[in-house]
C-alpha cells in the first residue's frame, strides 16, 4: 500500500464534475490523499475543490485530459487506486448528443477495463449508477440537475410520463468508496435506489414545494425498469430517503443562485 506521511494516496479523474466532487469530498474527510485530474487546475469552475474540508492538506490538483498519457501517468504515480469518474466527451459542435455519446463512451470503458483485468494482475471494480440526482458541489450545472431545475421552473408545459431509476449523488459516491474499501468487492455494482416515473416525481416537487409551475400534462409511456442494487446493498451500502435529495438539491440551487429563493 503506497502511503504519504501515512495515508493512502489515490486518484479521480474529472475532479471538479458532479459525482467526482463528492468522491474527493468523502475521501479527504477520511483521511485520503487524493490526486484530482482537471483541465484546468486554475479554472474558477474548479475553485470548489479547495474548499473542502481537509483539502489543503489532503488534495493535489493536475492538469491531465483523459487523452493525455503523460499527463494521467503523473497523476496516477504512487496511487494505491484510481476512481476513475470521468469521461473524455468532445466539444458540443463535434457531437450532435453529447450525453448519449457520454453513456456509449462510460460504456465501451468499462467493457475494455473488465476485459483487460482478466489478462492482468489489475483489479477492477465498477460501479454503475442509474440517473443522479441531488445537490452539487460544482458552481456549474450537469444535465439530471439541470432536467430538475426546469421542471421547478416551469419550463415544460408536457412531459412523457416515462419511468426512470434515480439515486443521490452521494450515496454513488459512498457506493464507490465502500467498493474500494471493501476486501470482499469484486465485478460489477448496479447503483440505483428509487424508479419514478415522470408524473410521481413532479407529484413529489408539487408536495414538498407547491407553489412552482409544474407541466400540466403527461403522455402515457408503458415500460418496466427493472434495476437492482442488491449486490451492493449486501455489501452494506444504504441509500437516502427520496425527500431529503429533493431538498438538499432545492437547498443547493437557491444558495448558487440558479433559483430564486422567493
Known amino acids: 500500500?503506497?502511503?504519504?506521511?501515512?495515508?493512502?494516496?489515490?486518484?479521480?479523474?474529472?475532479?471538479?464534475?458532479?459525482?467526482?466532487?463528492?468522491?474527493?469530498?468523502?475521501?479527504?474527510?477520511?483521511?485520503?490523499?487524493?490526486?484530482?485530474?482537471?483541465?484546468?487546475?486554475?479554472?474558477?469552475?474548479?475553485?470548489?475543490?479547495?474548499?473542502?474540508?481537509?483539502?489543503?492538506?489532503?488534495?493535489?490538483?493536475?492538469?491531465?485530459?483523459?487523452?493525455?498519457?503523460?499527463?494521467?501517468?503523473?497523476?496516477?504515480?504512487?496511487?494505491?487506486?484510481?476512481?476513475?469518474?470521468?469521461?473524455?466527451?468532445?466539444?458540443?459542435?463535434?457531437?450532435?448528443?453529447?450525453?448519449?455519446y457520454y453513456c456509449l463512451g462510460k460504456t465501451v470503458a468499462e467493457s475494455e477495463a473488465l476485459e483487460y483485468a482478466k489478462s492482468s494482475e489489475f483489479s477492477n471494480i465498477t460501479v454503475c449508477p442509474s440517473i443522479i440526482i441531488g445537490p452539487p458541489l460544482q458552481p456549474t450545472m450537469n444535465a439530471s440537475s439541470l432536467f430538475l431545475l426546469t421542471l421547478l421552473k416551469g419550463g415544460i408545459e408536457s412531459l412523457e410520463n416515462k419511468a426512470r431509476p434515480v439515486v443521490d449523488v452521494r450515496d454513488v459516491?459512498?457506493?464507490?468508496?465502500?467498493?474500494?474499501?471493501k476486501p470482499e468487492a469484486k465485478g460489477r455494482y448496479i447503483c440505483t435506489s428509487y424508479v419514478l416515473r415522470m408524473q410521481d416525481l413532479v407529484n413529489k416537487l408539487k408536495s414538498l414545494y407547491p407553489n412552482y409551475n409544474y407541466p400540466k400534462s403527461f403522455t402515457a409511456i408503458e415500460e418496466d425498469v427493472k434495476m437492482s442494487s442488491e449486490k451492493l446493498q449486501n455489501l452494506g451500502w444504504k441509500y437516502r430517503p427520496l425527500d431529503e435529495t429533493i431538498v438538499d438539491a432545492v437547498k443547493r440551487y437557491e444558495e448558487s443562485g440558479f433559483l430564486s429563493k422567493d
Open 1 to 100: 500500500m503506497t502511503e504519504v506521511e501515512g495515508k493512502q494516496r489515490v486518484c479521480v479523474t474529472g475532479a471538479g464534475g458532479y459525482l467526482a466532487s463528492w468522491v474527493i469530498k468523502f475521501l479527504v474527510s477520511k483521511g485520503y490523499m487524493v490526486h484530482g485530474t482537471v483541465r484546468d487546475p486554475g479554472d474558477m469552475k474548479n475553485a470548489h475543490l479547495t474548499k473542502l474540508e481537509n483539502a489543503s492538506e489532503n488534495l493535489q490538483l493536475f492538469k491531465a485530459d483523459l487523452l493525455d498519457y503523460e499527463g494521467l501517468c503523473a497523476a496516477t504515480d504512487g496511487c494505491t487506486g484510481v476512481f476513475h469518474v470521468a469521461c473524455p466527451v468532445p466539444a458540443r459542435s463535434n457531437v450532435p448528443n453529447p450525453e448519449e
Open 173 to 181: 459516491a459512498e457506493a464507490l468508496l465502500l467498493a474500494y474499501e
